[in-house]
């Protein structure tokens, strides 16, 4: 399975290479991300503001925070459609289902190389914060950070995987997606406190992985909290992977079968 | 007598009319109505080679894609080595080397090589097992001169050839090729109906289930031939078998007779 990964991996590392310019573009672009973020912190940051924050941090921090890892969501949902979605297209998807390795390996292995980049992006986002914009790093939990988002990424890879079903029943248009992602960005504090959220709003925000990262990552990298601090948002990312991915395995499994009677598999 | 690498048995395959509209997103699962395979039996005995042929929308690459488990089958039943093609699929898959019509389904920014590289590795086939394996399918079908190259700067023939090299990197011991000369020189298909015949056939014993339209290429490779049409499974025999049946002189004039004692007997139901 490792070995596949990494095969998957290499295939879209050499892609990627063949493509030079955006790589650079990309580093570009994190700075324009960063540099937008502070200069809206200073003029949105009051006292009042600044008060609801841990010591040392500000609204920057919290934004750009919430900013790169609110990407981990977008990204566990568009790597399993993309990988689809572009293997439909150059027909590699029919030549991949005939070898021995099945769909979910396929599906799962694809994911290994976005991952990865953005990695690296969220890297390069904290490193543009605090090298130019003053983001605080020294009391960052990195091995807590670390921690809270591979639980991230496997509660959201079980949302990935229900929108994957969704576009091989019915190849473009993705509500499931759209839903996910407009119901996270509103509800999971992404830009701003959950606690501003009306109360009912704030009852639904508990019911979606993404609020429980964030909360987590923040207090990992900006109030450097410790393992145990961490655990509630850690158990409610482990419980929505418990759910999700076996529940998500079997619409997928359901979905391959049904584009395998109707002949489906690979159109577009 | 040898054992059967393909059982086929009573297959059908009914696909769902195509909706437009409003009446697709009412009914997005509108029921299998639309018939491409109907009662299909036959067998394909182990190192045997059999032809697949009948008219364009017959079913030949529909009977193809069921066996190579891309497609589920309506009714009935089909193995592969031994395999049943719905319920052991990945079992089936690791047995098998398919070759589709459609020219493509590789990565164009990669080279021959690395997509090589990588189809090994989705057969398990790793480090120096899958260089060697490499080397192997480069030789036998000729590769070495664009192995280098990115595959988008391929012409169709190249890539077809690319396509046959893949079917064959992991040795499977059952081949479905869906019209495998169908891109290529006149050398070249020669050279492949060689080798497919005398290398793959007679020294390995792969078992060689293909589609095709060649008539010269069925007569030359084939031990038996299975006539479909409409999705329903005419005749299968040698194709010397066929030409004494219908006391014809060549194998075109065979097909014509049982094309045509089939469409009379359909009339005459």
Redesign the interface.
């Known amino acids: 399975m490792l070995r596949k990964a990494f095969a998957f991996f290499r295939r879209d590392l050499t892609i990627a290479r063949s493509y030079r310019m955006a790589f650079a573009l990309e580093i570009l672009e994190a700075f324009f991300g960063v540099a937008t973020f502070y200069y809206l912190s200073r003029f949105v940051s009051t006292g009042q503001l600044t008060r609801a924050f841990p010591p040392g941090t500000d609204y920057f921090a919290f934004a750009l925070v919430g900013f790169a890892f609110f990407d981990y969501l977008t990204v566990s949902l568009s790597a399993f459609d993309n990988s689809i979605i572009e293997a439909r297209q150059n027909g590699t998807l029919e030549a991949m289902l005939v070898t021995e390795t099945p769909l979910t390996v396929i599906l799962a292995s694809s994911a290994s190389y976005p991952f990865v980049v953005l990695a690296l992006r969220t890297i390069i986002y904290l490193a543009w914060g605090a090298l130019l914009f003053h983001f605080p790093i020294r009391a960052a939990n990195w091995l807590g950070a670390v921690i809270v988002l591979i639980a991230s990424i496997l509660a959201f890879a079980g949302l990935g995987i229900v929108s994957t079903s969704y576009l091989l029943l019915f190849k473009r248009g993705n509500p499931a997606r759209w839903l996910i992602v407009g119901a996270s960005g509103l509800l999971g504090g992404m830009m701003y406190p959950v606690s501003v959220l009306p109360r009912p709003l704030q009852w639904l925000a508990r019911l979606i992985p993404v609020t429980y990262s964030l909360e987590g990552m923040r207090q990992a990298l900006l109030a450097g909290a410790g393992l145990i601090q961490l655990w509630p948002s850690v158990r409610a990312l482990i419980l929505f992977s418990g759910i999700l991915l076996p529940l998500s395995s079997l619409i997928f499994a359901w979905a391959l079968r049904r584009t395998k009677i109707a002949g489906t598999l690979t159109h577009f | 007598m040898q054992a059967s690498a393909i059982v086929i048995e009573d297959l059908g395959k009914y ?2 009319v195509a909706q437009r509209g409003w009446r697709a997103l009412l009914n ?2 509108s029921p ?1 109505t639309q018939p491409a395979l109907s009662g299909v039996s036959f067998q394909v005995e182990s190192g045997a080679v059999t032809a697949l042929i009948g008219a364009n929308g017959s079913g030949k690459s ?1 009977l193809l ?1 069921i066996l ?5 089958p ?1 009714r009935g039943r089909a193995r592969v080595a031994g395999y049943d093609v719905e319920r052991e699929a ?1 079992q089936v ?2 047995q ?3 070759h ?1 019509a ?1 020219d ?7 080279t021959a090589h ?1 997509n090589l ?3 090994a ?4 086939l ?1 480090g120096r097992q899958a260089a060697e394996r490499i080397e192997e399918v480069t030789e036998l079908m000729g590769l070495a001169a664009f192995l280098e190259s ?1 595959v988008r700067t391929l012409s169709t023939g190249q890539v077809h050839r690319l396509g046959l090299a ?1 079917a064959m990197l992991h040795r499977p011991s059952v081949l479905l090729l869906d019209e495998p000369t169908r891109s290529l020189d006149p050398m070249a298909a020669s050279d492949f109906r060689r080798f497919l015949r005398t290398e793959l056939v007679e020294r390995r014993g792969t078992t060689v289930l293909f589609a095709s339209h060649a008539l010269a290429e069925v007569e030359q490779l084939a031990d038996r031939v299975a006539l479909l049409d409409s999705g329903r499974l005419v005749a299968c025999d040698s194709p010397w078998g066929l030409r004494r049946a219908t006391g014809a002189a060549t194998l075109e004039q065979a097909l014509e007779r049982l094309t045509l004692r089939g469409q009379q007997a359909e009339v005459s139901l």
């Open positions: 696909f769902p997005p699962f299998l529909t894609r190579a488990t891309l497609l589920v309506t990945p898959r690791a098998l080397g398919f589709s459609t493509g389904g590789f990565y164009g920014r990669l690395e590289d990588f189809f590795a989705m057969n398990s790793f990115q893949r």
